[in-house]
């Protein structure tokens, strides 16, 4: 599987929610890392959320910007990896991509397979 499916992307007012889901193959998802990236027009690609280990252990990864309001979750029968943003604000705005990555630190560079992404807009 080289390319991830991904959903639930759409257009919101400030404060709304949205759910995105991303599905992977059972090897992808049993060998990798899951995590969700994003990318606003004019700036960089950064990470928002991501599994990854820490001091030996399993620990959520979340950008500062989304403290408290995303969450990643994953289903593994399902093969599949959710973010949960809530209290959405407009600067939210982005493409948002599904990447299944080394289970290292939450970066571009360990990434193996990049989703297609999906838009997620919120206006005021």
């Known amino acids: 599987e080289v390319r991830l499916s991904e959903s639930g992307g759409g257009s919101v007012q400030a404060g709304g929610s949205l759910r995105l889901s991303c599905t992977a193959s059972?090897?992808?998802?049993?060998?990798?890392?899951m995590a969700w990236f994003r990318q606003a027009p004019g700036k960089e690609r950064e990470g928002a959320a991501g599994?990854?280990?820490?001091?030996?252990?399993?620990?959520?990864y979340y950008a500062d910007s989304v403290k408290g309001r995303f969450t990643i979750s994953q289903d593994n029968a399902m093969n599949t990896v959710y973010l949960q943003m809530n209290n959405l604000k407009p600067e939210d705005t982005a493409m948002y991509y599904c990447?299944?990555?080394?289970?290292?630190?939450?970066?571009?560079?360990?990434?193996?397979?990049w989703g297609q992404g999906t838009q997620v807009t919120v206006s005021s």
């Open positions: 599994f990854s280990f820490i001091g030996g252990g399993d620990v959520p």
């Open positions: 059972k090897f992808v998802f049993s060998t990798y890392c």
């Open positions: 990447a299944a990555l080394f289970c290292g630190t939450v970066a571009e560079r360990n990434v193996k397979l």
